[in-house]
């Protein structure tokens, strides 16, 4: 997280991406905006992938599905264009890294659907608004990610195991922190396991899968949330002919503010 | 409600529709397990269907979708055929009431998608379960429902008027009752609309578009949410060549426990 935001608003941030000022991560950036995940499947498999979505909501909590072939995201940031306004994008053919680009407009055709997903950044931004210490935050690195042996329901070609981020926590703030994530589906909603990494399947907790390790306290117990690289990364394994998606880190950021998120 | 439910299970109930001794409505029957509204589209509009559930999940709480040409839900009931396990049905052509039947296995192709959608049943029995007065249950009649002047997020052919249920409550009732409705967000969430009903574009409530009329009382107030024949209403409107429902107060039983939609 950046100590003072440089831009304000998800529209100012979004200007910056589009006019090729800004191609940095967006940690810390347009605080208080809803931040999200994006992923651009063929047509023809946006049912399958809308459908697996549907069916594990709390790794794939859907903040928006544009219409097919549509770049603008019309509910949650009526001004944008998915195709410029993010700072950076990965192309991958057959499930492989083709490349990073900074806009994907000679990409784009009428062919593709976007997907905007709920991302940790807003999550650990609710957090840490209500006193919670957020350790990967304090460390000023990545919040580890594993994959778990608990698979996710599948949905036609998709499927593939659930990706948890974790978060040690006092025994006191994992009480809040259930609280707080419970109200926001969109985001993840409540943890889906807490203590025992083996559990779930992960063996050491100093090797994440994706991120960085942070340290367990002693009196700490390891806090297991839904992650939304489970649909990136369900979604490279069906090794479509192209998928666009956000670069790690570089997200795209909607006009939504994080309490309009608020379950109910 | 019948005072003593016939059917103490879900796969009790159901198996009595798939022999043909049970064609009446499931009100009270299977106590605390969940029923659901039905819809069935053709798979080439199901994409378009999903998203608009997807974008109005308070009318639309998805419980499932099945695979295209499954008919098992297979997550929530999955020894159900949604074929013969309804007590009734209905088919329609172009938006046109075509017959009610009791099973629709004739109907029935690898075209087809089956949509199970949150419904009041389950709703009013958790409200009642906390002692909260739900009038139409005390009067032995339906939930009075109107057409809004709100419009549901539209997605592709399928748009249409958000559709209420109105319950009056004492100002206590109304309290409690957004608490416990706010923590299911898969059976329609919180209310929309308290109060007025001309804010939403309702001009008598005596005069409910479904169900049937019931008083309001000196000190009530009309509490409205989300309503299940939404998306019902949507689909019909937009003609489809077929499109199959539950008939009305017949609904389908899962397994799902009231307690398993808790959000979280």
Redesign the interface.
């Known amino acids: 997280m950046t100590a003072r935001p440089l831009f304000q608003t998800a529209a100012q941030l979004r200007e910056a991406c589009r006019t090729g000022r800004w191609h940095q991560p967006t940690a810390g950036q347009a605080p208080g905006f809803v931040q999200t995940n994006l992923v651009v499947v063929p047509r023809d498999v ?2 399958e992938f ?2 697996f979505c ?2 594990n909501p709390k790794p794939c909590p ?1 903040i928006e ?1 544009c ?2 072939g549509d770049p603008v995201p019309r ?1 949650t940031a009526p001004g944008a264009d998915l195709r410029t306004d993010l700072p950076r994008y990965r192309i991958y053919r057959c499930g492989e890294l083709e490349r990073e680009v900074t806009e994907i407009t000679e990409y784009w055709t009428d062919d593709l659907v976007a997907f905007l997903i709920g991302c940790s950044f807003t999550f650990d931004h609710l957090l840490a608004a209500r006193g919670i210490a957020v350790r990967h935050l304090e460390c000023g690195c990545n919040v580890p990610m594993f994959r778990t042996s608990v698979p996710c ?1 599948p ?2 070609r998709f499927s593939g195991p659930l990706v948890v981020s974790m978060r040690p926590l006092s025994p006191g703030d994992l009480i809040r922190a ?1 609280q707080v994530t ?1 109200a926001y ?1 969109q985001l993840h ?2 943890p889906v396991h807490v203590g025992d990494p083996t559990a779930i399947g992960i063996t050491d907790l100093s090797r994440p899968d994706w991120g960085d390790p942070v340290p367990v306290r002693t009196g700490e117990i390891p806090v297991f949330w839904a992650c939304g690289v489970t649909p990136q990364a369900v979604a490279l394994a069906s090794k479509l002919p192209l998928m666009i998606t956000h670069a790690p880190g570089h997200m795209f950021v909607t006009d939504l503010r994080e309490a309009e998120l608020l ?2």
């Open positions: 946006a049912f809308l459908l549907q069916r859907l599905v219409e097919p509910r329901e949905a036609g259930v419970a589906p909603g409540a379950a109910g």
